[in-house]
């Protein structure tokens, strides 16, 4: 089995590093996966969001067939959100694809291609209510959302706790056990300030 992870200019680095390491490093010293590899849609240099540069490993041309793929936010998901190569490659292929996750605004990739009509779903909380715009979609405000065979986490770090969530539910708890233990990802759930106060906080800063 094989996990393809998108990448395009403009994306957060943690909404691909932080999965990568969990699904792509994770699931294969496991032995769950033969692949993990960055695709996109050509293979010259991903500049991201904060300046990390990353050299894809196919194009969609060269892209080997694959059974899980995860595609990253970021501002550059504006752009790829209209961008016509991206989106049929994405929808092409994720017809047969077990799972397709993805983190902060990635989701709006997903709702382009019609991967979200009807399911629930979430986003980075700056941008829920436009999420709501596509109209269909049941936007949860929630650190993730599984529908189905769509997964959906909010902003950035929230890409790790679905990550693990995706691997637990998927490949079992004590795969997801092993994982979390090597990387020594245990959130503590601290939360600094009052986000109970700020009108624009996400639902599940405010309980």
């Known amino acids: 089995m094989k996990f393809a992870f998108l990448a395009f200019n403009d994306l957060e680095e943690l909404d691909l590093m932080g999965p990568w390491e969990l699904l792509g490093g994770g699931l294969k010293n496991e032995g769950i996966i033969d692949e993990a590899f960055i695709v996109a849609e050509s293979d010259a240099v991903i500049t991201c969001a904060k300046g990390l540069q990353i050299l894809p490993h196919y194009s969609f041309e ?3 067939e694959f059974e899980y793929i995860l595609i990253p936010g970021g501002w550059g ?9 991206l989106l049929d490659f994405l ?3 994720s017809a ?3 799972a397709v996750l993805s983190v902060c605004t990635g989701s709006f990739i997903l709702a ?6 009807g399911k629930q779903a979430t986003t980075h909380w700056g941008s829920l209510d436009r999420l709501r715009e596509f109209g269909g979609i049941e936007v949860i405000e929630e650190r993730y959302t599984n529908d189905g065979e769509v997964w959906c986490s909010a902003g950035i770090s929230a890409g790790m706790d679905m990550a693990l969530a995706f691997i637990n539910d998927t490949f079992g708890e004590d795969i997801a056990e092993k994982i ?3 990387t020594e990802y245990y959130p503590q759930g601290t939360v600094y300030g009052k986000p109970e106060e700020n009108d624009q906080a996400p639902g ?3 309980a």
């Open 77 to 85: 998901t504006r752009a790829e959100a209209k961008n016509s190569v």
């Open 62 to 64: 060269t892209c080997p």
């Open 112 to 117: 382009e291609i019609g991967l979200l009509k």
């Open 96 to 98: 047969n694809c077990k």
């Open 91 to 93: 929808k092409t292929r």
């Open 180 to 182: 979390q233990f090597y």
């Open 204 to 206: 599940y800063l405010k």
